[in-house]
């Protein structure tokens, strides 16, 4: 699993690719950790004795609609607050949106079960396509070293 505030910095430097908007970056950070809201379970499960997460983690909000629902949610709010560009909020958002996923992806899921049901609720298919594997621990000491260095 990589690190949820990494998945924040990848989405915010693809912003920084795109735009001089400091807001749109953040909204760009917010897009990449955004997915991750299914892993709050983790909380319930240390403090209620519950079992949600291995359960419900990159099942609810992972999927590319919910994505999509809340890129929307997202450019009302910020072209009400800050008069943002509404494309390039959707499009900052969606893209730290979808880097997550493709991220995710990429993890070895035969240990933690935790492929993407990414068409959901439109199709039931979980997709996973392991690259990093046993590789862990060490990508995700350099997810560490490249959100410092931002
Ligand atoms: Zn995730």
């Known amino acids: 699993m990589a690190f949820t505030l990494f998945h924040g910095a990848i989405g915010y430097l693809f912003a920084c690719l795109i735009t001089k908007d400091k807001n749109l970056r953040r909204i760009g950070f917010i897009g990449g950790i955004i997915p991750d809201l299914d892993g709050l379970f983790l909380f319930t499960d240390f403090f209620f004795n519950t079992n949600y997460y291995p359960l419900f983690h990159r099942t ?5 609609l919910f994505g999509i629902f809340a890129a929307i ?3 009302i709010i910020m072209h009400k607050l800050f008069k943002t560009n509404k494309i390039k909020t959707f499009v900052v958002f969606l893209s730290g949106f979808l880097l997550h996923d493709a991220i995710d992806l990429l993890y070895n899921t035969t240990t933690t079960g935790w492929a993407i ?5 439109l199709s039931t298919e979980k997709y996973s396509f392991p690259f990093i594997g046993t590789y862990t621990g060490v990508f995700n000491a350099l997810c560490m070293i490249i959100l410092i260095v931002t």
């Open 73 to 75: 949610i997202t450019v």
């Open 117 to 121: 049901p990414l068409f959901a609720p």
């Open 60 to 64: 609810l909000t992972h999927p590319i």
